[in-house]
């Protein structure tokens, strides 16, 4: 995606070095300590959206968002989702978990202002649920259980497609939103070394969650050295899976 632009979130007394020259760094304040973590997440993309939707008259051209997660790779273009799909507000990706349906790694926002406006209104909606409900969850699930607490509450109906792996839409709370499958644009192999039984062909983001995080560093120089995105991915199949995959 050599138009896009790389913004890095974080708390203002982090130390990062940037080499990558479309790279950038925007410190938010907040409580960024490990066990608040998710739940500051959630708070730093509404400041975000919130920065954007004061600039959306002064530019000219629009300009579309995607937030991930810091352990996913973007390994295809993703522009297709802006304009193949035009009418959303929000992205999500789903996958047939019952208990977590919904993985927060992956959010696209549309950048017009009445995609940002709506993608405010939804993450507030998620914040309240997760400080009404979910505060005592593990540190690492409480934004993913708030996320499908707020469309189940609207959409109820979403939950029986989850298991179809099928792009669909629907209205949560007055935002249109688009949802992904997972084995697409959120995928990390489900099974270890041995049982990993094929993968999408058109995997467009990889997530290195668990106990792949460590392969991060390795699968990039050997994307850089060959450009062969299958050189990337046959290091992920051989991680395994942990009590930690989420």
């Avoid at 974080?10 to 739940?39: C, F, V």
């Avoid at 990706?93 to 993985?103: A, D, I, M, S, V």
């Avoid at 009404?132 to 609207?154: F, I, N």
């Avoid at 994307?223 to 942990?242: A, E, F, V």
Wanted: with cysteine; aromatic share 12%.
């Amino acid at each position: 995606m050599p138009k896009s632009n790389v913004i890095i979130l974080t708390d203002p007394k982090s130390k990062l070095s940037i080499n990558q020259g479309k790279a950038s760094i925007l410190p938010i304040e907040g409580n960024y300590s490990r066990g608040n973590l998710m739940l500051q997440r959630i708070k730093s993309y509404i400041a975000f959206l919130e920065l954007k939707l004061e600039e959306v008259d002064r530019v000219n051209c629009v300009r579309h968002f995607v937030f991930t997660d810091s352990d996913m790779a973007v390994v295809e273009d993703l522009g297709h989702i802006f304009t193949s799909y035009p009418h959303w507000h929000l992205a999500l990706t789903f996958r047939n978990n019952k208990g977590q349906p919904l993985n927060s790694g992956f959010v696209a926002v549309r950048g017009t202002r009445d995609g940002i406006s709506k993608a405010i209104d939804f993450f507030n909606e998620v914040l309240k649920a997760y400080n009404l409900k979910y505060m005592k969850a593990s540190r690492m699930l409480g934004d993913q259980l708030a996320l499908a607490w707020v469309v189940k509450s609207y959409l109820p109906s979403a939950f029986g497609k989850f298991s179809r792996h099928e792009t669909f839409t629907g209205e949560v709370n007055g935002a249109s939103v688009l949802f992904l499958p997972c084995e697409v644009y959120n995928w990390t192999p489900p099974e270890g070394a041995g049982q990993f039984h094929g993968m999408p062909l058109d995997v467009k983001v990889v997530h290195f969650k668990g106990s792949r995080k460590r392969l991060m560093l390795e699968a990039w120089d050997f994307y850089n050295s060959t450009s062969q995105l299958s050189d990337m991915l046959c290091l992920i199949l051989k991680s395994g899976r942990t009590k930690y995959d989420f």
